[in-house]
């Protein structure tokens, strides 16, 4: 079946500028997560929906970051006024079982 | 404060042999750990996972020992094949919060030459 799909695949923006970023997880997966790996870094934890409960947004990084998951399914990564240290791979992920997550292939956000 | 550390950032191994990559811990709330894999342009893709309360997960080539009381695990691949090169992540997660957010290391890049 259908793995989890992320566009844009690339995405190039001036430093000010707003950019959505679209999730579509697996069908039937109930939790959905993003995160981001800035150069020569780990994943790092943003966000995290489970079903209709209130998702966890203890690791958007500022109030510039926001994301929100319609219909349980398609999820939106948005960062409002981009600055350059926000160019990083965005992933995306999701599971049914919780604990293994399957990722997306990423978005690759480069501001100027 | 990295929670999750791989301090080895590259690995070389010999086709055919065994190759050993090694994650620590320092937060002891975590019991869900997790190996990843990624090639190039491409988003992590899941290997093989542990419990907290096994200390040994085996799949075909690859196997996980966990040992708590030091706070390691580590992955063996056995044998090394040369599609096993890509950067090798460790992950772990606090699952019974009920969140399995992941913490991430840093990775480790794995050469397998032919």
């Known amino acids: 079946g259908a793995g989890v799909s992320q566009s844009p695949s690339n995405k190039v923006t001036e430093k000010g500028k707003d950019v959505e970023l679209r999730c579509d997880p697996i069908?039937?997966?109930?939790?959905l997560y993003w995160y981001r790996q800035s150069l020569g870094q780990g994943l790092e934890f943003l966000i995290y929906?489970?079903?209709?409960?209130?998702?966890?947004k203890s690791g958007l990084p500022s109030d510039r970051f926001s994301a929100e998951r319609t219909g349980g399914s398609v999820s939106t990564l948005t960062i409002q006024r981009t600055q350059q240290e926000d160019s990083a791979v965005y992933l995306c992920?999701?599971?049914?079982?919780?604990?293994?997550?399957?990722f997306g292939p990423g978005t690759r956000l480069l501001v100027l | 404060d990295q929670q999750v550390k791989q301090n080895s950032p590259s690995l070389s191994v010999q086709e055919g042999r065994i190759s050993i990559l090694n994650c620590d811990y320092t937060?002891?709330?975590?019991?869900?750990f997790l190996w990843y894999k990624k090639y190039p342009a491409e988003g992590p893709t899941f290997l093989i996972s542990?419990?907290?309360?096994?200390d040994k997960n085996e799949d075909g080539r690859f196997t996980v020992f966990l040992n708590k009381s030091a706070k390691h695990l580590s992955l063996h691949i056995v044998p090394s094949q040369p599609g096993d090169s890509a950067v090798y992540f460790c992950?772990?997660?606090?699952?019974?919060?009920?969140?399995?957010?992941?913490?991430f290391g840093k990775g480790t890049k794995l050469s397998v030459i032919p």
């Open positions: 992920a999701s599971s049914f079982h919780a604990e293994t997550q399957y």
């Open positions: 069908s039937g997966h109930t939790a």
């Open positions: 929906f489970q079903g209709n409960s209130a998702p966890d």
């Open positions: 937060n002891s709330m975590f019991d869900y």
């Open positions: 542990i419990s907290s309360i096994k």
């Open positions: 992950a772990a997660s606090v699952a019974r919060a009920g969140s399995y957010q992941l913490t």
